[in-house]
């Protein structure tokens, strides 16, 4: 009993731990703060950070030729739930407050992360989160998995157009297994020049690094989840088809143990059969 109780203690601490507060832009979980429609499509998922101006992000039919083909579906199992996307997205239309995470202050995302086999689209490119800037050069960050579901991350500076070259670096890590989540995060340190960029699996240990040079000119844009930047032109093409309980971003690298008790916490939320 005596284990039983110190086992279950320790559990509940882990459920109850906060995500570190400083510098932290977006919480998004799917156990909170969705709105949801009779067909449970998601026209909305609120931002779960009260002190920034980031406060949802939305559905939006705009290139699209089938009205409400762009949401994505809410999945719920219990105290357990997820928001699915097929080639959909939601967009938060704030233009300003992510421009400074390829600027030089660094950031760091996290995310619980389910992925499906991935529809035809642009070739390796199916985006779960991006800010990237419409034309131009596309600076930004963007997540993303190829089309063997092999998962990847990069920053683009503005400085080229290329994929993939210095200023455009592809940090890329393990193939994923459909039907499965996993903890994946990436961090971007602080500073000017080159910088560090590293990509993260279920371990706060890194499974790729590369480097970053800082432009602090750098112009991102609105951020997306299911896609990577807000793209009317062609919507859905380069989305990814998987699930998403939460995503987590900092305007700041995170420290080691800090990262790690984040992943902990979230992994934590899964229950067993998943």
Known sequence: MRIFLSFLATICGVLAA??????LLVDLDARQGVTADAQHRVTKWENQV???PVREFSGQDKGRKVPGSGLPTLVTDGGFASVAF?????LCRDEKTFDGLIQGSGCTWVTLLKVYPQEPGLKDVHSFFGNLRNGSKFEGLWGCVDDENRIWWGARNGLTFGRFDVNNPKVAGPKLEPDRFYVVGG???AGKG???IELFVDDPKAVA??????????DASMLAVGQ???AIQHPGYESFDGEIARFLLWQRPLSDTELSTVMTTLRATLPSKK
Do not use: C, I, M
């Not at 906060?18 to 510098?23: D, I």
């Not at 097929?86 to 939601?90: G, I």
């Not at 690094?209 to 750098?218: D, I, L, M, R, S």
């Open 228 to 230: 990577e930047r807000d």
């Open 86 to 90: 097929r080639h959909q997205e939601l």
């Open 187 to 189: 961090r971007l340190a």
């Open 209 to 218: 690094t590369g480097g970053f040079p800082v432009n602090p000119a750098a």
């Open 50 to 52: 009260t002190t920034v």
């Open 194 to 196: 080159n910088v560090a």
């Open 18 to 23: 906060e995500v570190p507060k400083e510098g």
